[in-house]
Structure formats: structure tokens, C-alpha cells
């Protein structure tokens, strides 16, 4: 396949007149060895951030065996392109339907679970049909609710039991696998190291009351990526801190620990080549939106940053706002989005790090067509993994130590 050196290579032979998507698989390789090598246990990819073939191969070949998969078009889809890939169902509601499969069908053995319903659930899909014999090979993480207070995004009020039904849960789950482990998820785009110590502490109080043997802690996802606005301490903080924590867990000595990265690998992969339609003023109509690709510039007003493509625009940059194409007023970006203020229809602009829940969106994977998709060999416009960051000045985490 060709591949462009950049957005304005592609916007020279192109010329396109719909949304275009471009990849940098160089970023996700860069991105996923970061943390193989770096994070201090087992690495998987948290599939739903961007369930592409694609990035999921080169997740592979950069060394991510594990792939947290939550649903049973993402076991599938995972199972098609990576014969060998280890398979975890970490959504905690299944269907009884989707576990058998996943199980019988897909080699999954490992299941996440909130509930004793749940529990109940996996260990009936599990048994062999044929004698009704009960699955021996189980491994059962039970999720815990952690704090969202760090993070951009919540995750706090959907899934995990509490601390008062966390003991019993993992005596009953304990009862039926030989590997239990303990997960939950701070949260996306948690902004603090310490995020991950208050749900730690959570987690050493439920295995201290429950006293059962515990195999595995998966600390799950919520690693920053880097966008305008939001620029996190570096990546290694967060490891340190969460090695530490650890540690100091009443574990079996031979546990293991997890995480299950999904913005933190595939935001910098993608980028978005967008056309100006109409401009009125200080708000730009483009052809892409709160439907497509920007679903999140739209609805939880995130701020991606922008780069016009025309190389004879002038500075200033001015500050815009965004209309997507279709007729609902809800489709709108307030951004602000930073562009030369001599910017006007027929003008092309790309919008970066959408490669986590962006591009997604666009690709297909839930109805919303299929945009072109194009390789382009520089930059992401903002990088964690470019050694640019390694000290920021304002590192958060030293005071906490
Ligand atoms: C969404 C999700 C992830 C990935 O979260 P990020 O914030 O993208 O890292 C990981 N684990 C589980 C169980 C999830 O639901």
C-alpha cells in the first residue's frame, strides 16, 4: 500500500470531498513496545478504544498477546486476525449466549463479573455440554468500583460492586476457578498517578476482608494521551506508582499484574483530513461531525488539536468553532479549534489524535460507513512516546511521594 509522507500529500492527490481517515501504524508500534517494555506486567489492549484489523496486528507484532474484548463481535474480530491471541472478556454484563462462545467456540477463558448473577452466568455457558460438567480451566476477575474523581471521563457510576459485596463475590468466585483475579477502571484519560493509588487502597481492603488467595490485579485502563489542554505527567509516573501499590498487596507471590490500555495506544494512530464547507464568521462547517469521527469534540466537548493543509493561509490563527454536516443543531464543536484567520470554503483541515474512540466510530464498526483510509509516515500531532516528555516541570507525582 501506498504511503503518503503526510496530510498534505494526500489532500494534493486526493483532493477529497468526503472525511478521510490516516493511520500511523509507526505510532501504535511506538506506543505499544512503550508499554511492553516499560509497564511492570501483562500488557492488553482494551479492543473497543479501535476494534481495526489493522492496529490490532500491529499491536501484535509489537508484542500485545492479551486483548481485553468486550463484546462478542470484538471476541470474533480479535479471534480473525490473531489466531493466537490471548482472549479476555472484561465486560462485566454478558450474554449467556456470548460466553459460551467465547468460551467454547474462541478459547476465552477469562471473564470479568460484578455480580453473583453474573458469576452464576459464566459458570453454567462454561459447562460442557455434553456432561454437563462444570468448566475446570476458569480464570474470574472480579471488578471492583473505583473513584472517577482523576479522570475525564467517568466510569465510576456504570460497573464494579462496592466494597461491602467484594469480599463474598470473590469467596464465591474463588470456588469456581483455580485463578481469581481483582480488576476495575479508574476512569478514561486519568489526568494523576494517584488516581491508581486510591483504587489500589480500595483493592487492598477487599482482599483483606474477603482473605482468599488472589492470582492476578488488573489495574485496567485510564492512561492519558495527550491532547490540547490536557497534558498529562509522563507514562512512566504512572507505572512507578502503580508498581509500588502493588507490591504492597496481600497477593499470592507468584500474582501477576494486568492493564488494559485503550486510549493510551491507539489515540496518536489516527488523524482526520476534514474540508471546510461554509464559514460564517467564526464557525466553520465541515464535512465530518458529532456522527462520525468527532463524536466525542461534539458531545463531551474534547478538544482535538487542528492544523490547516493550505500552504498559503496567513497568521494569525483566530479561534473557531465547528458545525458537522447533518442537520442536528446538536452537531456542533465548540472546541475552540485555533485555525489562520484567513481560513474559507474549499479549505481542508486535519484534526489529530482521533485513533481512540474517533476513528472507530468512523470506520464501520457501528453503521457509520466506511471512511477512506489512507498511511502517512509523520508525526502525530502530539506525542507521549516521542521522548519529548520525560520530565515535564510540573510532575504531580513527586509531592505525593
Ligand atoms: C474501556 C475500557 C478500557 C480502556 O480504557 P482507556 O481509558 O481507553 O484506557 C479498559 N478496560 C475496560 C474494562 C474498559 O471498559
Given at each position: ?13 486526493v483532493?477529497?470531498?468526503?472525511p ?14 512503550f508499554f ?13 478504544a ?7 496486528t500491529?499491536?501484535w507484532?509489537?508484542g500485545?498477546t492479551?486483548?481485553?474484548v468486550?463484546?462478542?463481535a470484538e471476541v ?6 490473531l ?11 454478558k450474554?449467556?449466549?456470548?460466553i459460551a462462545?467465547a468460551y ?5 477463558k477469562?471473564?470479568s463479573?460484578d455480580t453473583?448473577?453474573e458469576l452464576?452466568k ?7 455440554p ?5 468448566a ?9 468500583r ?7 471521563l467517568?466510569?465510576a457510576?456504570?460497573?464494579?460492586c ?11 468466585a474463588?470456588?469456581h476457578?483455580?485463578w ?6 479508574v476512569?478514561?484519560?486519568?489526568m ?6 486510591q483504587?489500589l487502597?480500595r ?23 495527550i ?5 498529562p505527567?509522563?507514562l512512566e509516573d504512572y507505572f512507578?506508582?502503580?508498581h509500588?501499590h502493588y507490591?504492597a ?6 500474582a501477576e499484574l494486568?492493564?488494559e490500555p485503550g ?7 489516527s488523524?482526520?483530513?476534514v474540508?471546510v464547507e ?9 464535512n465530518d461531525?458529532a ?9 463531551v466537548g ?9 500552504d498559503e ?7 473557531f468553532?465547528f ?5 442536528d ?19 481542508y483541515?486535519?484534526?489529530?489524535m ?7 466510530m ?7 460507513g466506511?471512511a477512506?483510509q ?5 508525526e ?14 510540573a510532575d ?6
Amino acid at each position: 500500500m501506498h504511503i503518503y509522507p503526510n496530510a498534505k500529500a494526500v489532500v494534493r492527490d486526493v483532493a477529497p470531498d468526503e472525511p478521510v481517515i490516516l493511520n500511523r501504524p509507526h505510532a501504535a508500534m511506538r506506543a505499544a513496545r512503550f508499554f511492553v517494555e516499560k509497564f511492570p506486567g501483562k500488557v492488553l489492549y482494551a479492543v473497543k478504544a479501535n476494534p481495526s484489523p489493522e492496529l490490532i496486528t500491529v499491536l501484535w507484532e509489537a508484542g500485545v498477546t492479551h486483548y481485553d474484548v468486550a463484546s462478542i463481535a470484538e471476541v470474533r474480530l480479535v479471534r480473525a486476525a490473531l489466531p493466537d491471541a490471548t482472549l479476555c472478556f472484561m465486560h462485566p454484563i454478558k450474554t449467556r449466549k456470548a460466553i459460551a462462545e467465547a468460551y467454547h467456540k474462541h478459547g476465552c477463558k477469562t471473564f470479568s463479573l460484578d455480580t453473583q448473577e453474573e458469576l452464576e452466568k459464566i459458570v453454567e455457558a462454561c459447562r460442557d455440554p455434553e456432561t454437563g460438567e462444570a468448566a475446570t480451566d476458569l480464570r474470574l476477575a472480579v471488578r471492583l468500583r473505583v473513584s472517577s474523581e482523576f479522570s475525564e471521563l467517568s466510569l465510576a457510576a456504570k460497573f464494579g460492586c462496592d466494597l461491602l459485596e467484594a469480599p463474598a463475590l470473590l469467596q464465591n468466585a474463588r470456588q469456581h476457578c483455580d485463578w481469581l483475579g481483582v480488576c476495575f477502571h479508574v476512569g478514561s484519560q486519568a489526568m494523576s498517578p494517584f488516581a491508581f493509588v486510591q483504587a489500589l487502597d480500595r483493592t487492598r481492603a477487599a482482599i483483606a476482608e474477603a482473605s482468599v488467595v488472589i492470582d492476578m490485579v488488573d489495574v485496567g485502563g485510564g492512561f492519558p494521551s495527550i491532547y490540547p489542554g490536557m497534558e498529562p505527567p509522563p507514562l512512566e509516573d504512572y507505572f512507578q506508582i502503580i508498581h509500588q501499590h502493588y507490591y504492597a498487596l496481600p497477593i499470592a507471590y507468584n500474582a501477576e499484574l494486568w492493564c488494559e490500555p485503550g486510549r493510551a495506544l491507539s489515540a496518536e494512530y489516527s488523524s482526520l483530513i476534514v474540508q471546510v464547507e461554509k464559514r460564517r464568521g467564526d464557525e466553520l462547517y465541515i464535512n465530518d461531525g458529532a456522527y462520525g469521527a468527532l463524536y466525542d469534540a461534539a458531545h463531551v466537548g474534547w478538544k482535538f488539536p487542528v492544523r490547516a493543509l493550505e500552504d498559503e493561509l496567513r497568521d494569525p490563527e483566530m479561534d473557531f468553532a465547528f458545525y458537522g454536516p447533518t442537520c442536528d443543531d446538536a452537531d456542533y464543536m465548540a472546541g475552540p479549534f485555533p485555525l489562520p484567520s484567513d481560513i474559507q470554503a474549499g479549505d481542508y483541515i486535519e484534526v489529530g489524535m482521533i485513533g481512540a474512540y474517533g476513528a472507530a466510530m468512523k470506520t464501520g464498526f457501528n453503521g457509520f460507513g466506511n471512511a477512506e483510509q489512507y498511511i502517512v509516515a509523520d508525526e502525530p500531532m502530539a506525542s507521549l512516546y516521542d521522548g519529548s516528555r520525560q520530565r515535564p516541570e510540573a510532575d504531580n507525582v513527586v509531592s505525593l511521594r
